[in-house]
């Protein structure tokens, strides 16, 4: 939460607007997204979002949604395995980490899809290596832009301003585009320059590129222009957010995006991340795990609630992914490896929540000791582009047909 | 300004400012422009004021100019020398650093969490030297306050240990050896985050000061045996019969070889070979019964390798001195390198027996270097862009204000708090939008200190503490004062907020304030002085007597690259309104604040972010 309330009346009023939507958070069976709009593909006329929420260090998918149903888990997992009776169910087979309050009201209100087995042929156990093929959609290979700064060169060719963001302390590989300079700021507050009254005109001004010949000056100029055109904007759009959710004690910075889409700023690709490889749990897992699994399940629920309240939750889509999972066995540290397959998570409004793709054996682990992938994590980013963006050229983004999940409604 | 052992005659430093900007906009070096990839030595014909101070500026952090001139006077050969086989008696003025003496016995060895720690205490009646109460409320508290005095007592202390490394890149007279470790610092990268020590991340530091430049081999074992890496890679926990592979995985795809020349077998033999090796307290072991003492099959070799073992079979692969000698250049030189230019460097190390100054002397002395692509195109890192600035300012220490951790952390690079074990991406990856402006922001701060500045060391950045301690005054009972105190009406409580308060052996929320206040106690505060500057009085020893000349010697004093006509056009006009005349002479006594917002519209450039 970021400030006090100042109109209580009216924030009472929002907020029992937005819980109306909530009482169907208590135990009721999954329940499907509201009536389907009859909405035309065309995703940036529609104003449809896609925000990607990056969880790095490879999270473990097992330990998030515990496959409780299958002894093979117990027997790998002696030690830090979840016990059923400590799990947050949601069927006969699965159950959510105990820390995850929040994914698992998702889940029930049925604004989640789970993809098992998400992964790529030959798996890379290197973070670097691994999450790279993530960001730019092309695994044992390599590409010098990312999917989404991709996804926005073809979308937006244009490259109209502030279309694409992505809050870090520096740029991610993910969003590197050819034609957009895509606006990166961490804490907006700061995203402005700290300038006299009387150095302002002067700041203002940023020379043309022209016929600067040293590419990294051009580039420096390029910069400045962004910089120029979307901190105040920011600033601004940050300075009249006023939400009373509580998004728990990391917001993994989902406040800022929705202050911008309340300010109306015309970004449709946000780009944000738990960073820093937190999720990289080798040693002493359990405690740490369901820590960060807590942090993350907030900040999701209370990014939802958020959207709700601002009235754009149907025009949201959220993608979380990890640069792999971990390894079927415990290691003797009572935590887990590098692993491959893990699951992905799109979250929203819109999203038919539910199972997708195959489950991941257990038993028949590839490379000694890791799940065997059963979905290509392309046809997940494929069935967002098109299902959600309506953007129908795959070949061209993720070099190839992937083929989709109907995961919207 | 002069440092000791460098003394010559002054040259008239407003005939090389304006000769300096009768040269090119970029840095230009004439006959040199068009040698990229050439190695052969430059000549005394080549070397001159702009090639010093290119050369100053990379393998240093830059300099005022009458260092500039000092290393121009020498031979090129001379300068590079003097640079890299450095004389350690340069920097006799330098003090070793202070520690607050914040560590006792009893910590060691710490604990991996605080649930581990209680659980030791309460398994056998003591943990961290403090024993748990017999009996009443939270017996447990003591040993949690003493858990979470060490995490920010070691925070505080590793940001002191910042502070004096950063001191030493500002002072000293050798100042290639502290860039070298600043490169091994973000090449065998700890996190302070996870060793949580900061005696081995100085013992570290100290490791590179000393071996930075000699054999890289050498320095390989040690890194491998150094407990700050040591702890940072679980190394503690690979056994046998249950190899971790993160240290062998990180040694052989960051540090030595890189993906691709490696098999992921390679990887779990490597890692049985380093079993067992562990360290204790400060010092390296080795647990003979951990250790795999069996054959191991590593790179096409079998024996029963141990780590050194391993590590001088990595040494022996062709690809490891090509991608040690690439990594050093794209640090010093610039990102792209052809293939060909890496063999050729890789082989100059490998010639060398991986001896670190070797290459680095033919890497300076080359006319790749100083040609066009490779100079005035670097982006400057966050410390190199601090410590460079103080630098040209003629400082000679780090001011306390604004705070250099803070300062440089916001710019996104932080020391001992290296993102991963990758270190920091550098190039093209120190600039966003939002970076570029802050790096404005930092030169305001130097320039015009914040009033309301607070210190870090001594208020807790964490509001929740801050709320604890008020209301632990007011008289509050424990259970009372750390009551979560943000919860807004009707609001949902989020369920990291609810998990709070549930244990009664002792309270965490209140152990973290109590951390602080004893961690607060112990450690030495950061002075707080903030950059002595008097711009007046560097303009007038230059003899500059009207604002074209002031500008253009900021300019050529500040800039390594030469911004647009009209941006200096603009600087001069904003000088001549702000001063309401353009005689320098005629504004003496009240041209500081005028001189300095100028400085400030400089350092605000694009162009000054290039070094």
């Not at chain 2, 890496?229 to 030595?256: C, H, Q, W, Y």
């Amino acid at each position: 939460m970021k400030k006090n309330n100042k109109d209580k009346t009216l924030d009472r009023r929002e907020l029992l607007a937005g819980m109306a939507g909530l009482s169907a958070m208590s135990m009721v069976p999954p329940a499907f997204a509201q009536a389907a709009q009859a909405a035309a593909a065309q995703a940036v006329a529609s104003g449809k979002v896609l925000v990607i929420l990056e969880l790095s260090g490879g999270n473990d998918g097992l330990n998030t949604v515990v496959p409780y149903g299958d002894d093979a888990y117990y027997r790998q997992r002696p030690n830090i395995g979840i016990p059923k009776n400590e799990l947050r169910i949601i069927d006969d087979h699965f159950g959510f980490n105990p820390g995850m309050a929040g994914f698992e009201s998702l889940y029930k209100d049925g604004k989640m899809a789970i993809v098992h087995g998400c992964g790529y042929e030959n798996p890379s156990y290197s973070h670097f290596t691994s999450m790279a093929y993530w960001h730019t959609a092309a695994p044992n290979s390599g590409d010098e832009y990312g999917w989404v700064g991709k996804l926005a060169d073809s979308i937006a060719p244009s490259a109209p301003s502030n279309y694409l963001v992505n809050i870090g302390s520096t740029q991610s590989l993910a969003v590197k585009s050819e034609k957009h300079v895509p606006v990166v700021f961490d804490d907006p507050n700061r995203f402005m320059r700290e300038a006299f009254a009387a150095e302002k005109e002067a700041l203002d001004v940023v020379p043309d590129i022209g016929e600067v010949e040293n590419p990294s000056r051009r580039f420096l100029l390029d910069i400045a222009r962004s910089a120029n055109d979307a901190s105040t904007l920011v600033r601004d759009a940050w300075s009249k957010y006023d939400s009373p959710v509580d998004y728990g004690v990391n917001d993994l910075d989902l406040q800022k995006v929705v202050a911008l889409l309340d300010a109306g700023m015309p970004t449709s690709l946000y780009y944000v991340s738990y960073r820093n490889n937190s999720f990289d749990t080798h040693v002493f897992q359990n405690n740490l795990h369901r820590r960060l699994l807590t942090y993350t399940s907030d900040a999701v629920a209370g990014f939802i609630r958020d959207l709700e309240r601002i009235g754009r939750a149907d025009d949201v889509a959220l993608m979380i992914f990890s640069e792999f999972g971990r390894r079927v066995p415990e290691n003797v540290s009572l935590g887990t490896d590098h692993g491959a397959a893990n699951a992905m998570f799109v979250v929203g409004n819109q999203v038919k929540g539910g199972h997708y793709g195959k489950l991941p054996s257990l038993t028949e682990l590839a490379d000694g000791d890791n799940l065997a992938y059963t979905t290509d994590f392309r046809k997940v980013y494929q069935s967002i582009t098109q299902g959600w963006l309506g953007h129908n050229d795959s070949a061209n983004l993720l070099g190839g047909d992937f083929g989709t999940f109907d995961l919207f409604s | 300004m002069l440092r000791a052992p460098y003394r010559f005659a002054c040259l008239a430093v407003t005939g090389i400012a304006l000769a300096l900007l009768s040269s090119a906009s970029t840095a230009q070096l004439a006959g040199l422009a068009s040698s990229q990839d050439d190695l052969a030595p430059i000549t005394n014909a080549d070397w001159n004021f702009e090639t010093a101070a290119h050369l100053l500026e990379r393998a240093g952090f830059g300099g005022t100019p009458a260092q500039i001139e000092a290393l121009a006077a020498l031979s090129p050969i001379g300068a590079v020398n003097s640079l890299v086989n450095f004389e350690p008696a340069n920097n006799r003025h330098l003090q070793a650093f202070e520690h607050s003496g914040i560590h006792d016995a009893g910590l060691e060895p710490f604990p991996p969490s605080r649930p581990a720690t209680t659980e030791l205490a309460k398994a056998t009646g003591q943990a961290l030297g403090i024993k748990v109460k017999q009996e009443g409320n939270r017996r447990l508290q003591p040993v949690v306050n003493k858990f979470f005095y060490w995490l920010r007592a070691s925070r505080l202390e590793t940001n002191r240990v910042a502070y004096w490394w950063a001191d030493r890149m500002v002072a000293s007279n050798n100042p290639l050896q502290e860039k070298m470790a600043l490169f091994w610092h973000g090449h065998y990268a700890v996190n302070q985050t996870k060793v949580r020590d900061y005696r081995k991340l100085l013992v570290e530091l100290e490791m590179f000061h000393e071996m930075g430049t000699g054999s890289f081999r050498d320095l390989m074992v040690a890194v491998a045996q150094d407990p700050a890496m040591l702890s940072f890679l679980d190394a503690g926990v690979n056994l046998k019969g249950a190899p971790n592979e993160n240290f062998a995985r990180e040694i052989m795809e960051l540090f030595t070889m890189g993906v691709g020349n490696y098999s992921e077998t390679d990887i779990r033999e490597a890692a049985r070979a380093f079993t067992g090796w562990n360290y204790v307290d400060l010092d390296f072991v080795i647990n003979e019964d951990q250790h795999d003492n069996d054959v191991k099959n590593f790179l096409g070799h079998s024996g029963n390798f141990d780590g050194v073992e391993i590590i001088d079979i990595i040494m022996e692969q062709p690809v490891t001195a090509e991608y040690i000698a690439s990594k050093i250049y794209r640090f010093f030189v610039r990102e792209e390198l052809s293939q060909s230019l890496a063999e050729e460097l890789g082989n100059i190390l490998r010639d060398a027996d991986y001896d670190v100054a070797t290459l680095l002397n033919a890497i300076f002395i080359s006319k790749d270097f100083y040609s066009a692509p490779s100079v005035g195109s670097q982006i400057k890192s966050p410390v190199q862009l601090a410590i460079s600035t103080y630098r040209k300012l003629g400082l000679e220490s780090v001011p306390g204000v604004p705070d250099f951790n803070q300062a440089t952390g916001a710019l996104s690079q932080s020391l001992f708090r290296p993102p991963t074990v990758a270190g920091w991406a550098g190039g093209r990856s120190w600039m966003t939008p939002g970076l570029l402006l802050e790096r404005g922001n930092f030169a305001r701060d130097v320039l015009f200190p914040d009033i309301n500045f607070v210190p870090p060391d001594r208020v807790n950045g964490s509001s929740e503490i801050r709320s604890v301690a008020d209301r632990i005054r007011q008289g509050l009972d424990i259970t009372s004062a750390t009551q979560p105190s943000s919860l807004g009406e009707g609001g949902i409580m989020a369920e990291s907020n609810m998990l709070a308060d549930r244990d009664e052996e002792f309270n965490t929320r209140y152990g973290s304030f109590r951390g602080w206040q004893m961690a607060i106690e112990k450690v030495i505060p950061i002075p707080r002085h903030t950059a002595r500057l008097n711009l007046s009085k560097m303009l007038d020893e230059r003899g500059v007597e009207n604002t074209t000349e002031a500008v253009d010697y900021l300019l050529a004093r500040f800039m390594r690259v030469q911004p647009d006509n009209s941006t200096r056009s603009m600087l001069i006009s904003f000088l001549n309104e702000d001063l309401g005349t353009t005689s320098i002479t005629e504004a003496q006594t009240y041209m500081e604040d005028s001189l300095r917002l100028v400085l400030h519209l400089i350092m605000s450039q694009p162009e000054f972010q290039l070094g």
